[in-house]
C-alpha cells in the first residue's frame, strides 16, 4: 500500500516542515543531509486513479503536484564540464599539504542556468565524500575549540557588498559572534579563523557580479575575497557574465593553463595574512544554456527533456509527451534553452493540465502560461540575474502588424 493510499507520510510531500537556508551552517547541513529524500508520486494511469477512493485521488493529486514543484537536477553536457572541473580542483585542493595558495574557480553563465544548484551539489557531495574519509570528524580540530565540522562554507554575495558585510556574512553561515566594535581587521581575523576552526576546505561566494568594479567599495570587497585565499581553502565563485563583469579587469589570461591570474591581495598583506606576494589564479568554466543549431545540440536538449519527462505524472500524456512532434523546437523556443525558464514552465504547465482535466502537456496548453521569472525577490535584475524570456507564440501573434495592401475597404467614396 502506498502513503497516499494509508494516509501515511502525507507531510512528507505535502507540508515541508521549513525551507533550508543554506546560507547558515544548519540550513546547508539540513539541506544536504535532505536534498536527494523526496520520494515522487506513484504513476498511475488514468484507470488506476479511477479506481482511487475521493480522499486517494485528492492525496495523489497533492503528491503529483508536489513532484512536479521538485523536479530532480539533471546533468546536461555543460553541468558534466562544470562538475569535472569543480570536484577536481576541490579534491586536489583539500589534498594538498604543501601550504600554497590554492586555485579558485570562477563560475559562470546567464540568469536561471542551474549555476547554483550545480555547484552547491558538487561541494555537497565532496562534503558527503570528506566526512566520511574522516568519520565525521575535523581532522584539523584545534584543542579548546567548539567541536564543529564544516568542510564547506556557502555564502551569498550581500547586494550592496562592502568589506564589512561581505565578512560579516561569512561569519553568519557559521554563527560566530559578531561584536558591534569590530572594526575591518577584526573581521577578517575573525573569518580566518572560523574557516580554520571548523576544518573548512571549500568557501563558495555565489553572485559575485553583484559587485560593481566602478564603486571603491565593491573594489576592495574584491580585494578582500581575494585575501581569502590565503587561507587554505579553496574559492569558489559564482556570477553571471563574469568576464564582462570586471571582476577580471586586473587580470591576465595564462596561456599554457588557461587560468586568469590576478596580483595579490593588498587586504592579504595589510593584515598579514599571507607573508608572500603569491599571485591568484582562477580557471574560468561556463555553464551555457542550451543550443538549438547543430544535430548533437539538438540531441542533447531532447535527452534532457526526456529526463525530464520520465519525472511528470500526468494521467493522459503519451510516453513522448516532451519528445514528440514538435515540442522540442516549441520548448526551446520558449525558454532559448535556460534550463531554470524550462523547469518554470513545465511546473506550471502540468499544474495547468491538472486543472483543466487536460492531464497533458501540449502546445495549446502550454501557450497559456507566461514565464515569470521576476518573482524571485532573491535575485538582481541589474546583475542579469533574469534572463530575457521570448513571448508565447499567441502573443506574438496579437503583436504581428497586420498587412492591409489587400482589404476590401468597401465602395469608394464618392466626392463632389
Not at 570587497?221 to 587561507?231: E, N, P, Q, V
Request: hydrophobic share 35%; with cysteine.
Amino acid at each position: 500500500m502506498t502513503s497516499f493510499q494509508s494516509g501515511q507520510g502525507i507531510s512528507e510531500f505535502l507540508l515541508p516542515k521549513q525551507t533550508p537556508v543554506r546560507e547558515t551552517l544548519e540550513g546547508w547541513e539540513d539541506w544536504r543531509r535532505k536534498r536527494k529524500s523526496f520520494t515522487p508520486a506513484p504513476r498511475l494511469d488514468l484507470a488506476a486513479w479511477r479506481a482511487l477512493s475521493p480522499r486517494q485521488r485528492t492525496l495523489h493529486d497533492l503528491h503529483r503536484t508536489s513532484t512536479h514543484s521538485n523536479l530532480p537536477l539533471l546533468q546536461t553536457p555543460m553541468t558534466k564540464a562544470v562538475t569535472k572541473l569543480v570536484h577536481g580542483r576541490i579534491m586536489g585542493n583539500a589534498l594538498k599539504h604543501k601550504p600554497t595558495t590554492r586555485a579558485g574557480v570562477m563560475v559562470t553563465g546567464g540568469g536561471y542556468q542551474g549555476k547554483t544548484e550545480t555547484v552547491c551539489e558538487i561541494i555537497a557531495t565532496f562534503e558527503d565524500t570528506w566526512l566520511e574519509l574522516h568519520r565525521q570528524l575535523n581532522p584539523d580540530a584545534v584543542p579548546g575549540s567548539r567541536d564543529l565540522h564544516a568542510p564547506v562554507a556557502y555564502v551569498q554575495t550581500p547586494v550592496t557588498a562592502k568589506p564589512k558585510s561581505t565578512c560579516k556574512a561569512i561569519l553568519n553561515f557559521y554563527g560566530a559572534p559578531i561584536h558591534a566594535r569590530m572594526d575591518l581587521p577584526d573581521l577578517v581575523r575573525q573569518v580566518a579563523v572560523s574557516l580554520q576552526e571548523n576544518g573548512t576546505k571549500v568557501l563558495v561566494l555565489d553572485d559575485i557580479t553583484r559587485l560593481r568594479m566602478h564603486r571603491v567599495d565593491d573594489q576592495d570587497t574584491l580585494d578582500l575575497i581575494r585575501a581569502f585565499m590565503s587561507m587554505h581553502v579553496t574559492l569558489i565563485l559564482i556570477g553571471v557574465d563574469i568576464p564582462r563583469s570586471g571582476l577580471l579587469q586586473e587580470g591576465r589570461r595564462d596561456p599554457s593553463n588557461g587560468q586568469y591570474v590576478l596580483p595579490p591581495s593588498q587586504h592579504a598583506k595589510v593584515h598579514g595574512l599571507e607573508p608572500t606576494q603569491t599571485q591568484r589564479r582562477f580557471d574560468l568554466v561556463e555553464l551555457d544554456h542550451f543550443r538549438y543549431d547543430t544535430p548533437q545540440q539538438i540531441a542533447a536538449w531532447v535527452d534532457h527533456l526526456a529526463g525530464i519527462q520520465a519525472n511528470l505524472r500526468l494521467l493522459k500524456a503519451p510516453a513522448d509527451v516532451l519528445t514528440g512532434g514538435h515540442m522540442p523546437e516549441y520548448l526551446f523556443e520558449r525558454t532559448n534553452g535556460v534550463v531554470g525558464a524550462l523547469e518554470r514552465l513545465i511546473e506550471d504547465g502540468c499544474t495547468e493540465a491538472m486543472e483543466t482535466k487536460e492531464e497533458s502537456l501540449t502546445v495549446d496548453v502550454l501557450d497559456h502560461i507566461d514565464i515569470i521569472l521576476e518573482d524571485d525577490a532573491g535575485r538582481d535584475p541589474d546583475a542579469g540575474e533574469i534572463p530575457a524570456i521570448p513571448p508565447r507564440r499567441s502573443q506574438v501573434e496579437r503583436k504581428r502588424p497586420h498587412n492591409s495592401v489587400f482589404d476590401d475597404r468597401g465602395p469608394a467614396e464618392e466626392t463632389g
